[in-house]
């Protein structure tokens, strides 16, 4: 509910604060006290319009702030804590309007733009006046007050829930359906490239191998010749390992006559046998290590040239050929795989949708019902509002081809104002006074269901009197029990029935004018109530009446 309302420099209020409370309150005061004032700046504080035009003549900015205490559970509190504001204790809301039109908003001393104030603003107070176009009476809301007052708010969750699952089966459905045309576009040149890189066979490192075999056995070529030759002068025909073997003989011969001298260089000619055979053994097997088959040259040169066509042709590295020949093979199966998904799928389309058309059209029944109950309820309350002629009529169009997450149904209030008239929509047919009346009817049937915790009501029972006013009275009382109500009232029947009572005031004071909201106790409310009765002079029979008013609810 509302606690507070404060506001400072809005037109001719220069400093105001309203302290509030549960059931019915209601304001009074002479036309032009500042009524409409309050109002304008509910409406600033709740994310209306800003208008630098509102701010106190000599002021720069006017400001507004309501204070409201709502249960942690309230969807003003989830909305505010979803927009990432904190939303511990009283929830406030202050709007700055400055003279020069711009506004700053706020929820919590947190900044908060004028849409933001305005959609939790829509969750706390409804207004309610005789040209009012919001609250009952934007048809967008018709569809949820019928789903809060026939308590459907099991089905409204079911039927979004298979809503959202057939829509999602959709789009899967559809999604895979996609995914597999352009697979069976693919169809044939994967199976193609599948094939020639199973067939090619590559290998894990295989070009790395094969380059290194292939440049190992370049370069044996290359030195075989110089091993060759090398080996041809060791121990081949022109090694002259024979010349000084023979000399070694003659050496020998001589050894006897002067050893001395010949067998130093016998030893020394033996070292050199010895090394040409070491030598000799050794490039014997550097020859056999460097011999290789060409065509195994030939070989290696062919498989890199294959490995590195398909890299070519495949934009991929070689390395990455078997990878990819591996998804190719993925990509087959899962072709395949996905026609029995794709059938799958269809079937979960099929399910969640039937699914959703048994729940919307189960909804759309119990719908009409409760609009049925509805419409008795309203009745009820019209013949002492002075509508006993009319009809209030929820109308509900029902279309199996309009799907949404709320159902098949498009509901809006409709009233015939007179028998034999053509029923139309509420905001259309019903004239100003009548429209005020049709509203308190359905606010008090609907009373706190899918309604906001406070309500306001300005000035419906403008025009009406006597009988009228008091049920008007009575419905507003009955109305606070469920919600807190305030009430902008000409009427003495409707304030005598309020728990508080406040009177609007304007003064001047020092050549400028200002609006006083007083709190009213027994007396000062019978005295106010004997002023609504008579006008200017209070007469002490408009003090009776006034007293009998008070003492009679």
Not at 4 to 33: C, M, P, Q, Y
Not at 157 to 174: G, I, P, Q
Not at 276 to 297: K, V
Not at 472 to 487: D, E, F, H, M, Y
Request: charged letters at 25%; glycine letters at 6%.
């Amino acid at each position: 509910m509302l606690t507070a309302l404060a506001i400072r420099d809005i037109v001719i209020i220069d400093t105001l604060d309203l302290d509030l409370r549960a059931g019915l309150t209601v304001l009074t005061g002479e036309t032009g006290a500042g009524k409409s004032i309050l109002l304008d700046s509910m409406t600033l504080a709740l994310g209306g319009r800003g208008d630098g035009g509102l701010v106190r003549v000599g002021a720069a900015q006017g400001q507004v702030t309501a204070v409201f205490d709502v249960p942690a559970s309230h969807p003003a509190r989830l909305m505010a804590s979803e927009m990432g504001l904190d939303v511990e204790g009283e929830l406030i809301l202050r709007r700055i309007q400055m003279a020069d039109g711009r506004t700053r908003g706020f929820i919590n001393d947190q900044a908060a733009s004028a849409q933001s104030l305005r959609a939790i603003g829509e969750c706390l107070i409804e207004i309610h006046g005789q040209h009012d176009d919001r609250a009952l009476a934007d048809p967008r809301t018709h569809r949820a007050l019928i789903d809060a007052f026939g308590a459907l708010s099991t089905e409204t969750t079911l039927t979004r829930r298979f809503y959202t699952a057939w829509r999602k089966a959709e789009t899967e459905f559809v999604d895979e359906e996609r995914r597999i045309a352009a697979a069976r576009k693919e169809a044939d040149f994967l199976t193609h490239a599948h094939a020639e890189l199973t067939k090619l066979g590559p290998e894990a490192n295989e070009e790395e191998q094969l380059a290194t075999r292939r440049t190992g056995m370049q370069q044996a070529e290359k030195v075989a010749v110089e091993l060759k030759e090398a080996y041809e002068g060791v121990g081949g025909d022109h090694s002259p390992v024979s010349n000084i073997s023979s000399l070694m003989r003659r050496l020998d011969r001589r050894a006897a006559q002067a050893p001395a001298l010949v067998e130093p260089s016998l030893k020394a000619l033996n070292d050199i046998l010895a090394a040409f055979d070491i030598a000799e053994s050794a490039l014997a097997q550097a020859l056999r290590d460097a011999d290789f088959d060409p065509g195994e040259l030939e070989r290696v040169e062919e498989r890199l040239f294959a490995l590195r066509a398909a890299s070519r042709k495949y934009n991929v590295p070689v390395a990455q050929l078997r990878q990819l020949a591996d998804k190719y093979q993925a990509d087959i199966e899962a072709l395949d795989a996905g026609e029995a998904l794709l059938i799958k799928l269809e079937q979960a389309v099929a399910d969640t949708k039937s699914a959703y058309v048994k729940a919307a059209a189960d909804l759309s029944k119990k719908r009409t019902l409760a609009a049925a109950n509805l419409d008795k309820t309203v009745a009820r309350e019209l013949p002492p509002l002075k509508l006993e002629r009319a009809k209030f009529i929820t109308n509900i169009v029902s279309d199996a081809e309009q799907q949404s997450p709320d159902g098949i149904d498009r509901v809006e209030f409709w009233v015939e104002t007179n028998p034999g008239s053509k029923p139309g929509p509420l905001m259309k047919v019903a004239s100003g006074g009548e429209l005020a009346r049709f509203m308190l009817a359905l606010k008090v049937a609907l009373a706190d269901k899918g309604s906001a915790p406070t309500l306001i009501f300005d000035e419906i029972d403008t025009g009406a009197g006597g009988a009228v006013a008091d049920a008007i009275g009575q419905r507003l009382s009955r109305l606070s029990s469920k919600v807190q109500v305030l009430a902008v009232t000409h009427a003495p029947q409707v304030a005598a029935r309020a728990l508080n009572h406040f009177r609007i005031t304007k003064s001047e004071v020092n050549g400028r004018v200002n609006t006083r909201v007083l709190p009213l106790e027994l007396a000062t409310r019978r005295e106010e109530i004997a002023r609504m009765l008579s006008g200017a002079e209070i007469t002490n029979e408009a003090r009776a009446a006034a007293h009998r008013l008070l003492e009679g609810v």
